[in-house]
């Protein structure tokens, strides 16, 4: 063959007689069927969810320029996309289109990634409410502000499910464990002066529940039993 006198039609007629070779090649998983004077593919491919269908549609300067795709509109088949209007290919693959791709690929590509959208899709509905906000919150917010939420409602529900025990000390006289020693400490801090609360008098017996944590700890009492007291 001379490349030197090809012209647009002969490399757009031996690209179709390529397709068709493919087409016909292809066998039951993806059906397809060149219509409309080889200007339009219609195509059909089961999925876990039924049939889905569709039309690759050829312009004049294939393969120059990417078909589109229309999907079956009677059938929601990707709530995520809009599938009322034709469809760069590329929207619908996993890679991006190059002019080397045959249109058997190019539905293979779809066919795959309908498949993972409806998959994940299907698996977002099961889910309880929860976790379809969880979903949603997710897909909307910045990946730090998430993890931050999470991490601050795991520690609200460990600190629910630690609190419905006991604690150490309950029921045990003279002292009666931590949950005393911290009620204790806000006493003693909300009404003593600062510098009398490391320094042993009878309004603070350093043998019971004296404070051994540094002064941060000590005005963090103070501000729980201020505000306790309000």
């Given at each position: 063959?001379?490349?030197?006198?090809?012209?647009?039609?002969?490399?757009?007629?031996?690209?179709?007689?390529?397709?068709?070779?493919?087409?016909?090649?292809?066998?039951?998983?993806?059906?397809?069927?060149?219509?409309?004077?080889?200007?339009?593919?219609?195509?059909?491919?089961?999925?876990?969810?039924?049939?889905?269908?569709?039309?690759?549609?050829?312009?004049?300067?294939?393969?120059?320029?990417?078909?589109?795709?229309?999907?079956?509109?009677?059938?929601?088949?990707?709530?995520?996309?809009?599938?009322?209007?034709?469809?760069?290919?590329?929207?619908?693959?996993?890679?991006?289109?190059?002019?080397?791709?045959?249109?058997?690929?190019?539905?293979?590509?779809?066919?795959?990634?309908?498949?993972?959208?409806?998959?994940?899709?299907?698996?977002?509905?099961?889910?309880?409410?929860?976790?379809?906000?969880?979903?949603?919150?997710?897909?909307?917010?910045?990946?730090?502000?998430?993890?931050?939420?999470?991490?601050?409602?795991?520690?609200?529900?460990?600190?629910?499910?630690?609190?419905?025990?006991?604690?150490?000390?309950?029921?045990?006289?003279?002292?009666?464990?931590?949950?005393?020693?911290?009620?204790?400490?806000?006493?003693?801090?909300?009404?003593?002066?600062?510098?009398?609360?490391?320094?042993?008098?009878?309004?603070?017996?350093?043998?019971?529940?004296?404070?051994?944590?540094?002064?941060?700890?000590?005005?963090l009492s103070y501000f729980f039993g201020a505000l306790m007291n309000q």
């Amino acid at each position: 063959m001379d490349f030197n006198n090809l012209t647009r039609e002969d490399i757009v007629n031996s690209r179709l007689a390529k397709e068709k070779a493919a087409v016909n090649k292809e066998g039951g998983a993806i059906r397809a069927v060149f219509i409309d004077n080889n200007h339009k593919l219609k195509f059909s491919f089961d999925s876990n969810f039924g049939e889905i269908e569709g039309v690759l549609n050829l312009t004049e300067l294939y393969p120059f320029i990417q078909p589109t795709v229309t999907l079956d509109t009677k059938r929601k088949v990707i709530p995520l996309v809009d599938i009322s209007r034709p469809l760069n290919v590329e929207k619908l693959m996993r890679r991006k289109w190059v002019p080397s791709l045959l249109l058997t690929d190019i539905l293979a590509e779809i066919r795959d990634n309908l498949n993972d959208k409806l998959i994940e899709e299907s698996a977002v509905q099961k889910k309880s409410a929860l976790f379809t906000l969880v979903h949603i919150l997710t897909s909307v917010l910045p990946p730090p502000v998430y993890f931050f939420g999470f991490a601050c409602a795991l520690g609200l529900l460990v600190r629910a499910l630690v609190g419905l025990g006991g604690y150490s000390g309950a029921g045990d006289p003279p002292q009666f464990g931590d949950f005393e020693a911290h009620r204790h400490w806000m006493e003693l801090t909300y009404n003593l002066d600062p510098r009398e609360w490391y320094t042993p008098s009878p309004q603070n017996d350093p043998l019971y529940w004296r404070i051994d944590y540094p002064p941060v700890a000590a005005y963090l009492s103070y501000f729980f039993g201020a505000l306790m007291n309000q």
